[in-house]
C-alpha cells in the first residue's frame, strides 16, 4: 500500500476519515504512524497528495490538512483481454493489471477455462482487488472491468468496435514473435502517428488458446504472436507482455 | 510442470524412473497419465525430450522408449543482482527468474533487507524453486545463484570484474527512464557489436534502494534508471524488466 485511497464520501469539511479496517491497520501496523505524522493519500478517481494524521480511533482515522494536488499517473492505451484464470490467480493479476495502468480488462471464457472459475466468489471481489492494485500502483482511477462468459458472440459481434488501433493475441504455437510484429508496425508506412504497440492483448490462462479460437480472433483482425519458448505462470506472463507498453509510455512521457 | 526434469541417476540401460513424490502426483492428478501415455521430459543438465510411461507404482514411475534430442532454449544473457526479499515472496521469484532463462542470480544485502530474512529457511530450498522454474519454462540449466550478505564489499572489490557488457540498477527517483537508456545505448556509436541491454541489472524489493546504495554503484559505472512513476510488487517488477531481455532474445533467435 504506497498511497491510501479514500471514496469521496469520506472527505468533510477540510477533514477526511479513514474506516476501512484494512487501511487502518495498514497505517497503524506497517506505518507505525502517530499523531502529527502526513500520509500519502489520493481521492478514488480523483487526485493525490498528503494529510496529517489529527486523531486515531480503533475504528476511525481523522486527517487533516489535506493536499490534493497531484494527477494520477497516465494510463496505459491498452486493453487487456484475459482468459479468466484459476480464481486463487485472480486477485495478484487483477491487483498487477491495476497498478500497471491498463485501462480496460475484459475477462472472458475460453476453451480450457475450467466452468466452475465463473462462479467462484473471487469475481465478487474485484473491486477489492482493484483499490489494492490502484493503493500498490499510486494511482486513483479504477480500469474498468468486464466479465464476458461466451467467447464466439463477443469476438464476432463485440470486438471489432472495441480494437482502436490493432489487437495481438499472445500464442506460442504462433510463428510471429512479438518483437518481429512490433518491428514489422515500426516499418509500416500506414501506420502513421499511431503507436507500433497495439491497443488490446489478449492472454490466455494455463493451456493457453485452441486453435479454433486463435483462427476466430484471426478473422477479426488479431495477429497471434509467441514471446518465445519458455512456458510462463500467467502472472509472470502478463508482467513481461504488459511491461513491453508500461517501459514504451514510460518513455512518451519523459522525453 | 510443463516437463518433468529427472537428474542422471534416473537413467539407467534406455529406462528412466521418476521418484520424485511431486512429480509422481502430478502424473498422476494433474495429468492423469496411465501406462502407454507420453511424458514430455528433460535430463537436468541436459536435452529435452519424451518417454513412454511402463509402469506405475505409488512410489516410482518406470518410463521407456526415451527420445532426448532437443537442446534447452537458449538463457539470457543477463545477470539479476536481486535485494533479497521478503522469504515469503522468494520461491516464486526464483521460480520466474529460472523460468525466463536468467543464467546468473546473486541474492545481496541491503539497507532496507531485514536482517532476518539471512535465516529464513527458504534460502535451503532455492535448488527446489530452481526445479520448479525449469520444470514450468521448459529448460534443463539450473542459473548459477549466489549469496552476497555484504553490500560494500560486494560492490566495491567483486562487481567490476563481473560486468560483461554494462550494468543498470531499478531506481524510481532517476531521472533516466529505462527506454531513455537504451536509446541512447543503439545511439551510442561505442556500442558496436554489443546488444543495447545490458548484462547486469540490480533490482530492489520492497523500499528499493537508499542513496547511498546507488552512489556506490554509480562509481563502479552502474547507471541508475526509472520504469515509470507506479511502483510495482517485486514479483511484478522483476517479469516487467527481465520481459525487456526476453522478448528482445526471442527476436534474436527467431530473426
Same mark, same amino acid.
Given at each position: ?29 506497517? +506505518? ?67 497498478? +500497471? ?145 508500461? +517501459? ?6 519523459? +522525453?
Amino acid at each position: 500500500m504506497n498511497c491510501i485511497l479514500l471514496p469521496d464520501t469520506s472527505f468533510q469539511n477540510g477533514s477526511a476519515y479513514i474506516n476501512d479496517l484494512t487501511q487502518i491497520a495498514h497505517v497503524n501496523k506497517v +506505518l507505525d504512524a502517530k499523531v502529527g505524522d502526513t500520509l500519502k493519500i489520493g481521492q478514488l478517481g480523483g487526485k493525490l497528495g498528503s494529510a496529517i494524521i489529527k486523531d486515531i480511533a480503533p475504528d476511525s482515522i481523522e486527517l487533516g490538512e489535506i493536499k490534493l494536488t497531484i494527477n494520477p499517473p497516465l494510463k496505459l492505451n491498452l486493453t487487456v483481454v484475459l482468459a479468466l484464470p484459476r480464481p486463487k490467480v485472480l486477485r495478484r493479476l487483477i491487483m498487477d493489471m491495476t497498478a +500497471l495502468g491498463v485501462n480496460d480488462i475484459i475477462l472472458i471464457n475460453s476453451y480450457r477455462t475450467q466452468k466452475s472459475y465463473w462462479q467462484s466468489p473471487m469475481l465478487d471481489r474485484l473491486d477489492e482487488f482493484v483499490l489494492e492494485g490502484l493503493q500498490q500502483g499510486i494511482d486513483t482511477v479504477a480500469p474498468r472491468i468486464s466479465l464476458q462468459k461466451r467467447f464466439k458472440p463477443f469476438v464476432e459481434d463485440e470486438l471489432a468496435s472495441l480494437i482502436t488501433n490493432r489487437a495481438i493475441v499472445a500464442h506460442p504455437y504462433s510463428a510471429l514473435s512479438f518483437a518481429q510484429y512490433v518491428q514489422q508496425q515500426r516499418e509500416n508506412p500506414e501506420l502513421l502517428h499511431n503507436s507500433a504497440l497495439p491497443s488490446m492483448v489478449f492472454i490466455g490462462a494455463e493451456g493457453g488458446w485452441i486453435d479454433y479460437e486463435i483462427d476466430l480472433l484471426a478473422e477479426q483482425g488479431c495477429t497471434a504472436v509467441n514471446i518465445g519458448p519458455r512456458i510462463l505462470r500467467t502472472e509472470a506472463a502478463v508482467n513481461v507482455i504488459l511491461g513491453q507498453w508500461l +517501459l514504451s509510455d514510460a518513455k512518451m512521457r519523459l +522525453l
